[in-house]
């Protein structure tokens, strides 16, 4: 694929974290410390839904165990070698593009 708009940018606030389907894919979508974040919305562990979960500054929280994702590098807090993948972000007007693969 390529960049793809996945939410609006306006509407995703310090602190938030949300799940958007695109093209039947779940990607989780974070905004902490002013940047946004994207990363894959399913979790390696038993496939939760990482865009529904908690957002603790840069720590995505899955919701079905609590593994805890750093949202700048999809790397799982205990084990680097386990991770998330991450997609670049871009800004156009208020739209919020990733790259997907
Ligand atoms: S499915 Fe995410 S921690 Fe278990």
């Known amino acids: ?5 996945v939410a609006s940018a306006s509407r995703l ?4 974290l ?4 695109v093209a ?6 974070c905004r902490s410390g002013g940047a946004i974040y994207a990363m894959d919305g399913i979790c390696p562990h ?12 840069t720590a995505v929280v899955c919701p079905w165990h ?5 949202c700048r590098t999809g790397i799982l807090d205990y ?4 991770r998330v993948p991450t997609f670049a972000v871009r800004i156009e007007g208020d739209d919020i593009l990733a790259d997907l693969p």
């Open 46 to 57: 038993s496939g939760g839904p990482l865009g529904q979960g908690a957002l603790h500054g």
């Open 66 to 70: 609590a593994w805890e994702f750093d």
């Open 79 to 82: 084990n680097e070698r386990i």
């Open 24 to 29: 039947g894919r779940f990607v989780a979508v």
């Open 1 to 5: 694929m390529a960049f793809v708009r």
């Open 18 to 21: 949300v799940e958007v389907e």
């Open 13 to 16: 606030r310090e602190g938030n």
